[in-house]
DNA sequence: CCCTCGTTTCGATGGATGTCGATACGAGAC
DNA sequence: GTCTCGTATCGACATCCATCGAAACGAGGG
């Protein structure tokens, strides 16, 4: 705060703390490459959904690591877990990733498509 | 890797691991609450741009702190600084969100526009 | 040249997080 | 019931990160 004045006083941000708070949760769920390969996994598997016993050889991680990257993107809410006989399956929330993908288009940014 | 074989093989994951660690790289400069707000503050100034000056109070957090947060969203791309006489002014690269936006767009989602 | 003031950088610190091996849990098979 | 096997949880550890105060840097103004 100058003793001159610099600029305009700010008009108040969009975004409130909690808004803040919760958005921010969403993408640090997102916001590892772990994570952002097991999503691209599930969300480009030929069914839709992938079994979880494939998933650490193919991003090299130990099982207790994937699992606990899988965790956080169902308690996210980007992932849906589903238990079949003993196996684990999970499938993308689409509209919850589309929900992101709009929160950070900017209010006055223009569609690119 | 089961014994008996529980789902077909997977299809190789669109995101390489180059891929996967550059946008979790963004999604990390994103995934900050305070860093958030001064986004959207940015974002939503008149002007289109702001004046660092006003940024700590605005989001409650020492000066220093508020230098750290703008650093790392200008390193990631998202924001542009412009040093003018002795006060530093930030703008939004709206090229660079609408990047990251994109890129959370999943391949078979449909738009909901 | 010195003083002021906005900004960045430095150093320190408490807390969060990614990772693993080991263990516990649960469901099917025998 | 017991054995097997996929998965989740636990405990531990090293690293990263948000935050602050203090110090350094830089540009104007006197």
Redesign the pocket.
Known sequence: ???TP?CPPLAGGVLSTDDAERLAAVL?SL??P?RLRLLSLVATAAAGEV???DLPQAVD?????V??????LVDAGLLH?E?R????WFRVDDAAMADVASALRLPGTRSTI
Chains 1, 2 share one sequence.
């Open positions: 705060m100058p003793a610099c640090k916001a590892d772990v079994c979880a016993c991680r130990s099982q207790s690591t699992s606990h990257h899988l965790s956080q877990r238990q006989g003993k196996w684990a």
